[in-house]
């Protein structure tokens, strides 16, 4: 799974296309909350483990971003 910031369709659809990835590798919640800022990565995290998405061994990419051109990212085994 890539967990990213939830900012907007716009910046998740063209980085999804940019990367030439799947995007059904992507979870996305932006459609339900709009953007959450900075809480959105931990609420994908917390429902893809409330749907059964998370499974032991798995390897999740984080990636998230803010003002000032900041932005960091990550990569955990469940």
Known sequence: WVVCHQANER????SIR???AP??????NLDRYGN???ASI????????E???LKSGQRIIMVG??????????MLTV
């Open 11 to 14: 910046i998740l659809a063209s």
């Open 18 to 20: 940019r990367m030439g």
């Open 23 to 28: 995007s059904e590798k992507f979870y996305k």
């Open 36 to 38: 959450t800022s900075a």
């Open 42 to 49: 931990p609420m994908c995290l917390c429902e893809m483990m």
């Open 51 to 53: 749907q059964g998405l």
């Open 65 to 74: 971003f803010g003002g000032g051109l900041t932005w960091a990212g990550a």
